[in-house]
């Protein structure tokens, strides 16, 4: 048995481990028509995902999945967490040749550098802004070795998943570019317009203007010294997005980007188009003007954020997610254990001081696999 | 035929009638285990809603149903639009000798006062920051009269089953209460525990501030008499939430809501707990601090807006949605027709100066639902 | 209150019906891009059907759906209960000069006729193989008064939908026909292929040759004066039907036909092609072989029944599903009643000697129902 | 790429080969609660399965899995195929230390054996009642080298998943059993309850009946020595099911059964209870008159197969599942190729001259994924 030995003490946490999750754990798909299933905890042999209803004939290699991967791999620089995750996916079904046939693809990621000991002197202890304590609440039991599956691992399935929809995306020439547009109260003021996405990954933070990566850069590594965390912004813009996906209902296209977007570790806030700084405008200024530009109609401004009712107008999609700071931090906090008992507890190990850079595929990730999720529902509704 | 005669003039227009929607409009369904189901157009004989899995042994009548629905209905107030619509539900099955049965719950309004020649001289044109340029391009044709099924009457739909998921809550002792906390530039600047949550109905903008509430019932006044319109944010409170609710990975409570206030005409951002701002934060401040108060295990600042890892920790919820100001106002805008040619259009009818007072209720409807769906769910994990 | 007065008698009684119903009752949807929720007890107001995911453009009228329903109707006959349900329809919405639109089309049919005292008697008792005992085993209580939900009312709904779901399928050339083909131990000895299915109306009991037809209706007469019910087999057809529809593993097209079959009230069994008769058949005399057919790749013979592998193959689809005899008798039996006690009960009121006649119908829109989902899905596979 | 080389010869060869699998190939899931997504082609690296909603606690070895997947597996006898399949499975999520944790609970088995050229010759070819044909006509080529997603070796990731749900089944008292009731015309003259169904593996057939085993056998080595196949008939009997499982419209339980059953390779028929027999029955000798059994109420007889109205009533639960024979034959056929020319086809390799004796664990693991998915559902609709 693998994971024989982690748990080991008193009778009372032999107790615990005896009734280890009191609950199911469902939940683990996302997508309705671009369906994924992801698997795997952090402290177990792998993680992976299974896609149901990806497009046949889609170029796929193993190779281009690493690449994604690598892009969200802990230890890739001087201001992430020096976790070692030498991520490399393997193909179980569903690629032949090169080609997605059209049948569930199922990706392996095999883990590795599992150092729960790291974890040890966490096990009865409530970390302030962790999920500890809601998973004790809800499943009885928390799997205090990494996170189990509210770990920010299983992101790593969600990135594998998002380099195929992204694929799919391509033979659409819709393209999606996240980037950090804000860390702390250092925030990135230019529209992404003005931007040169394309330089986005030329920094370690993955902001696009070079001078604002760099300030973002020292205070992350100051931060980072004084042992705290910080939050921050991430822009993300898909261009090229025919107009027509989303429903005008319940699935509009931003609500389901909106859920997408919070269902990321440390997600706080959502907000397309003019977002809540439109809230203080006015229907005569905030209102999108139509024009014919050399045959096609596009609106002026794009306070919408490229979709109208719930549905996308053909018109750059842009949305902003915020990000809480990192609650894992290397000094000592006050919280209570289980028994309700006042504690102090540090965080030690590998932490990233900034979710951001990291998080930067993830946004990609997920935002590809709603649109190709819209896409394939867009071709059922035709007549 | 009831509709008959609606379409009237040209052979062009016929044909678009005979092409009416091109596509299927599908995705009406919300939530998985109380389903809810809307059906209805703002210019056919009636909107409603099937709830599918409604507990048994919910105290229901008629009258509580009417009494959600008075508050979103049009013609309330003197800054709402002047439109009638009396709304009076019926329940059709699900309910007996006000109980609910556990059956399907299903809700019918009939509609009424529909001026559909308000909207004729806007057949061909696409009106700023409204769905008829991308109905347009999903359908193949806009249901020009009202929206169709875009429209906000079909949010009747949902206050009308939102009452009865919140008397699902009431039996858990979960209260559900929004308000609007921002018009314009006007900021309601205080947090909602230092309000009296209970005086928001007293004031015709939902402000539980009175004096706040009168500022910006003037604003509304003053842009109304402009023709213009305004935007603004809506805070909702759920208190006597279960620690426990939500699901750690794609489901996460907040996902969920905040899809849920997304999927509401016109709303733009969403954040919970420290949202946007929070994103400013380091750990060691953001952090909320685990404390033992009189044996139960609270937060001390509630940072993280009741939900931890996705999941509630018993604190209360708190979010802000942010709403575009609406898009129709009664002063002449550019924009093009369908034909691609310059055109100016100006509103007419009887539209919302400001879309936050009749909100309030939507918000608390949708968020109603998202908690009962959660609360369903919760008891099937049990072991 | 409309069902007021309903229960009288005992405090235990009371007390039963405060608790009336104690488990939700969910499940009430049925497909998934032809999506129809049906809602509505016989006992209640009205009933009726929420159908999302309906193509636009196809023809439809209340009176078509009435004529539908006609066929389903109680009182149709003399050897149907003799119950009057003047079943017509109210399009709520979906439908618009004659035309679906693509939104949710939404279906009332309201309640008439309901002499719940018929029902009074069997308060405390379970009657032989009805749902009774299984309603009080898991809801807590029963709906005595016809049976709430498990009615066979609740197929006027499918009946409805069905006909929706017939309309498209006839703008793509697919004839959906069933007939009854055996009742207790009269079988009609023919192929469907030596019949002449447009004839299946021309007689009372709905079999194509008259002659035993005539033997059949002499039955169920002999069964009716007996106070007894019989039992028999319908014969479905499906025609036109394009090779493609089905998928390869689980959703195999007559899997979901025979869950589609299974879920009409008193079914019991369900073959497709050669069925149990195949399953005593050797492989080289049962194998379809494929013939070039005046360039159409056709099978010699037709075993399979239309579908190889899960998908349709463009041959006719032909299935058998059996129904037992209807469990109320108007003759004396022994049982219990809910306290264990041994009863006498006897069906009184107005009941089908013999179902098979009505549940035509009923076979028949199940059938379109999964052949209309089917259709769709096959248009969202495309690459 | 580990499939190279597989596909050679001529230029239309490598035509169809780009343009592999023209359609998506979703519904690789079964089940709500207790869900499964298989993934895997035969002739791929791997086949595998997740569970998502699996309940906690549950004590699951990979030998547990293994020992499943033997009985099912090829080359277990000499009346199976002499393929060899040394299917052994590991887990790679949702379980720790003998435990299902409640997570998703991915399965991984590795392929092996894979003799792709015993169907090389075939490429062309539409076998008679093979998929090959409907294939072409759904994805515009099919994957000749063993069925690809179709190929029967899918249903191992069904055993392995199936072996879960029976272990959950366990902590519950409930039991599965199925055997072989009939091969060709030999059938097994005795009611389920007149069998040691404990003894049905003591032969390689599979029925537990020695003395019919012994005859069955025999007809399948003569069948199977004149290289044709033979069909038959599996009867499966689920005791110490709770009352109470099941919903009463379309998802009643023996309609859910019978999806799954005939959602097995090779079915063509399912009937519960009396089934077709039933069907020429009168209602005063089918229905099954309840007794008070020592203070539990029972039904005297069991036409209704432990199924009333949809739900379970507390009886045994038994079904019979058709099986068509085999359509690979070792003998010449006539038949057709993708251009429509007469040709003859012979099977070649290792097939299965009766599928029954393994279709025993699928039908057995079918039936486990089918109850404890109605056993999820149930808790959920508790009040």
């Not at 590594?221 to 005008?248: F, H, W």
């Not at 139509?290 to 996308?312: A, L, Y």
């Amino acid at each position: 048995m693998r994971w024989e030995g982690i748990f080991k003490g008193t009778d009372a946490r032999l107790q615990i481990k005896r009734n280890l999750y009191l609950r199911r754990m469902p939940g683990n798909s996302f997508g309705t028509y671009f369906r994924i299933t992801t698997f795997g905890e952090s402290h177990g042999p792998a993680i992976g995902v299974v896609i149901d209803g990806c497009p046949p004939g889609i170029s796929l290699t193993e190779a281009l999945i690493d690449e994604a991967l690598a892009r969200r791999r802990p230890g890739q620089s001087r201001i992430t967490t020096q976790r070692k995750e030498p991520d490399t996916c393997e193909f179980l079904s569903g690629v032949m040749e090169g080609k997605s046939t059209g049948t569930p693809l199922a990706i392996l990621i095999r883990n590795s550098d599992q150092r729960s000991k790291d974890y040890d002197h966490l096990a009865d202890t409530y970390r302030p802004s962790h999920a500890d304590f809601t998973y004790q609440e809800k499943y009885g039991i928390r799997d205090h070795r990494g996170g189990g599956r509210s770990s920010a691992r299983e992101t790593a399935a969600r990135v594998a998943a998002g380099a195929v929809a992204m694929a799919v995306l391509k033979t659409e020439g819709i393209h999606v570019q996240a980037y950090v547009s804000a860390v702390g109260d250092i925030v990135l003021d230019a529209s992404y317009q003005d931007l040169d996405l394309s330089r986005t990954d030329e920094n370690i933070i993955r902001c696009p203007d070079q001078e604002t990566a760099e300030r973002m850069i020292s205070l992350v590594n100051a931060v980072r010294k004084e042992g705290d965390t910080i939050g921050g912004v991430i822009t993300c813009v898909a261009s090229g997005v025919p107009s027509g996906l989303g429903e005008p209902v319940f699935d509009k296209l931003h609500a389901d980007l909106g859920k997408a977007m919070l269902s990321i570790n440390a997600a706080k806030g959502f907000e397309i188009g003019s977002g809540f700084h439109g809230a203080g405008m006015r229907g005569s200024t905030h209102n999108d003007i139509f024009e014919n530009r050399d045959g096609k109609i596009v609106t002026r401004t794009n306070h919408s954020g490229g979709i109208q009712g719930g549905i996308s107008n053909g018109m750059d999609i842009y949305f902003r997610t915020a990000f809480k700071p990192v609650a894992t931090i290397l000094r000592p906090q006050e919280t209570v254990n289980s028994a309700g008992q006042k504690v102090s507890v540090e965080g030690k190990g590998r932490h990233d001081p900034c979710v951001l850079p990291r998080a930067v595929p993830i946004v990609e990730a997920m935002t590809a696999m709603v649109l190709a999720d819209h896409l394939l529902l867009q071709r059922i509704n035709r007549k």
